[in-house]
C-alpha cells in the first residue's frame, strides 16, 4: 500500500545517533471493474468542450455539476454507465437515489416504448386502464388503510400537497419536520427542510418548524447500539436491554417544542424513514413509534417521506417498516420510476376527501407512460429479488465499510440499512469535526478517476452518500471499498 513505514535503527558507532529510513512499498493496483458482456454505442455527439461551453452558456448557473472535469455520460446500463470516451463506471450513486432496478433495464424500458406505441399523454380527468391498474398495483404493496393515491411527477410536488392534506383535513395549520431533513425544494416543500444550506432569504415555511435532529452519531444524545444498523456508532452507551436514553431525550425536545411552540391542536409531522440529502443519518430505535403517538395525541397526521427509503431500498419494501409504524400519508417518487418522473401521495380515502373542496390537479400526473413504466418497476423487483439484494449485497457492503472505519482515522461513521448507505468523513474521531473541503474534494475526485461514481451529503457535503441501483452484486461492492480505501490511503495515509 502507499503508506509510509518508519524504520529506526541506532548507528551501533554513535549511540546518540538515530537515522531514520522511509520506505515506500509497491504502490497498489487500481481496482478493476467487475467485468460486463454489454457493449455501449460509440458516442457520435458534439464534443465535450461544445457541451460543457453550452451548458455554461444556456443551463441556469445554479445547477451545478460534480467533479472538477465533469463527467459526461454516454449510455447506462443497470448499475454501470460509460463517458463520452468509452469509459465505465459503477454508479454508487443511481442518479441521486432514482434509478431503482437499472439504468435502461430491458423490462422497464420495453414497457416504456410499447406505451409510447399505444398513448403518450391523457390527463387524469379522462379513464386510461394504465392509471387505474397501476393505482392498485401500487397500494397493495401497501398496509392498513392506504389505499388512496395521486399521482404527480416529483417528491417535491408530493410533499407540498401532503402538506395541504394535512392542513386541510385536521383544519390545523402548523406542521413539524426534523432539523437536517430535506423534502424538497419547490417554494412550499422548502419550508420543511432543515438544511441551512437549501434556504433563499424570502419569506418561506410559514408554520412550518424543525425540532432537534435525532442523530446518535453527531448529536448531543446517541450510543453504540441505538440505530437499527449492522454498524452501530463508535460512542459508549449506557443503555439497558430494550432501553433507548437517546431516543427518550430527543422525543422529550419534541414535546417541549409541542408545548412551548404550538397551538394544541397541529396538522402533520414529516420525517424520511432514513434521512437522505442530510447524510444516510439514522434514528435511535423506537424514535418515530414515539413520535407518531405524540403527534397524534396533539391531532397531527404523520406523514413518512419514502422518496428515497421506498420499493425496497432499504430491505424491506418500505422505510417505515423498519420503525413498526403506520403513517397516515405516504410520500413517493426517485425509485418508483428508475429515473422517469413519476411520484405519489397515498393515503386515506377520509384524507384524500379533504382535498374536494377545492381543485387540485396535475396535467402530467399519472400520465400513460409513467404509469407502465412504474407497473414494471414493480415486476423486476418481485422477479430479480431486488428487496433481497438489497439486503444481503447491503449489509455486506456495510460491514465492509464498517473496516475502513476501524482502519483510517478520518473515517468517523459508516451507517445505513440495506443499500442506502452514508460513509461520514471527520478530521479526527474525537472532535467529528468535517474532513476538510480540500482533502474530500480530493478523495472524492480520485474515486471517479477509477471509475467509482458516489454522491455527497451532510450538512457540510461531508458524508459519501452510497445509493445504488438496487440490482449490485458483491463484486461491485468489493470494487466501491476498494476504490474507496485506495483513494482515502492516496490523500490521509495511516
Known amino acids: 500500500m502507499d503508506k509510509i513505514r518508519q524504520i529506526l535503527l541506532r548507528n551501533q558507532w554513535n549511540s546518540t545517533k538515530i537515522i531514520i529510513f522511509r520506505f515506500y512499498s509497491n504502490p497498489t493496483k487500481i481496482p478493476t471493474l467487475p467485468s460486463v458482456s454489454f457493449e455501449p454505442q460509440p458516442y457520435k455527439g458534439p464534443s465535450y468542450n461544445d457541451v460543457l461551453n453550452s451548458r455554461n452558456t444556456n443551463v441556469s ?167 437499527d444498523s449492522p454498524v452501530q456508532p463508535d460512542r459508549k452507551c449506557s443503555c439497558g436491554v430494550n432501553q433507548c436514553k437517546a431516543c427518550d431525550m430527543y422525543i422529550a425536545q419534541l414535546d417541549e417544542l409541542l408545548s412551548y411552540s404550538l397551538p394544541k391542536k397541529i396538522a402533520g409531522f414529516f420525517a424520511e424513514s432514513i434521512q437522505g440529502v442530510g447524510g444516510t443519518v439514522q434514528f435511535p430505535k423506537n424514535y418515530l413509534k414515539k413520535a407518531y403517538e405524540i403527534i397524534r395525541q396533539h391531532g397531527g397526521l404523520c406523514i413518512s417521506d419514502e422518496v428515497q427509503t421506498g420499493f425496497g431500498r432499504t430491505g424491506k419494501f418500505w422505510g417505515f417498516l423498519n420503525h413498526e409504524v403506520l403513517p397516515d400519508i405516504v410520500t413517493v417518487a426517485k425509485g418508483i420510476g428508475n429515473g422517469f418522473p413519476l411520484a405519489a401521495v397515498i393515503t386515506r380515502k377520509d384524507i384524500a376527501d379533504s382535498l374536494n373542496d377545492a381543485l387540485v390537479f396535475n396535467t402530467y400526473g399519472g400520465n400513460p407512460v409513467a404509469c407502465a413504466i412504474g407497473s414494471a418497476v414493480l415486476d423486476v423487483i418481485d422477479e430479480e429479488k431486488l428487496m ?70 451532510g450538512m457540510s457535503g461531508n458524508v459519501f452518500r452510497i445509493k445504488p441501483p438496487m440490482c449490485i452484486s458483491r463484486a461491485d461492492a468489493d470494487f466501491c471499498v476498494s476504490c474507496l480505501e485506495k483513494a482515502i490511503e492516496k490523500y490521509s495515509p495511516l
Open 61 to 227: 448557473p445554479f445547477v451545478r455539476l460534480l467533479y472538477k472535469e465533469p463527467v459526461m455520460i454516454n449510455q447506462g446500463y443497470m448499475q454501470y454507465v460509460w463517458d463520452h470516451t468509452g469509459k465505465r463506471y459503477l454508479d454508487m450513486f443511481g442518479g441521486i437515489v432514482t434509478v431503482s432496478v437499472g439504468h435502461c433495464h430491458p423490462k422497464v424500458t420495453k414497457a416504456a416504448v410499447d406505451q409510447m406505441h399505444k398513448l403518450w399523454h391523457l390527463t387524469n380527468i379522462y379513464l386510461h386502464p394504465e392509471l387505474h391498474d397501476y393505482a392498485k398495483k401500487l397500494t397493495d404493496r401497501l398496509p392498513g388503510d392506504l389505499k388512496v393515491c395521486y399521482f404527480c411527477n416529483s417528491g417535491s410536488e408530493a410533499n407540498d400537497l401532503a402538506i395541504q392534506m394535512a392542513r386541510l383535513h385536521t383544519g390545523a395549520f402548523d406542521v413539524i419536520s426534523l432539523r437536517n431533513a430535506y423534502h424538497g425544494d419547490t417554494p412550499y416543500s422548502v419550508g420543511l427542510c432543515g438544511i441551512g444550506t437549501w434556504k433563499h432569504s424570502f419569506p418561506h415555511g410559514f408554520g412550518i418548524h424543525q425540532v432537534m435532529n435525532p442523530d446518535p452519531y453527531r448529536g448531543i444524545w446517541g450510543g453504540s447500539s441505538c440505530r
Open 388 to 457: 433481497e439484494n438489497c439486503h444481503h449485497v447491503g449489509t455486506y457492503l456495510l460491514h465492509s465499510l464498517s473496516k475502513l472505519r476501524r482502519k483510517y482515522t478520518i473515517v468517523g461513521d459508516v451507517r445505513g440499512k440495506g443499500l442506502m448507505i452514508g460513509v461520514e468523513m471527520v478530521a479526527d474521531k474525537e472532535s467529528k469535526e468535517p474532513l476538510p473541503k480540500p482533502k474530500m474534494d480530493a478523495i472524492f475526485e480520485y474515486t471517479k478517476s477509477m471509475g467509482l461514481l458516489v454522491g455527497r451529503g
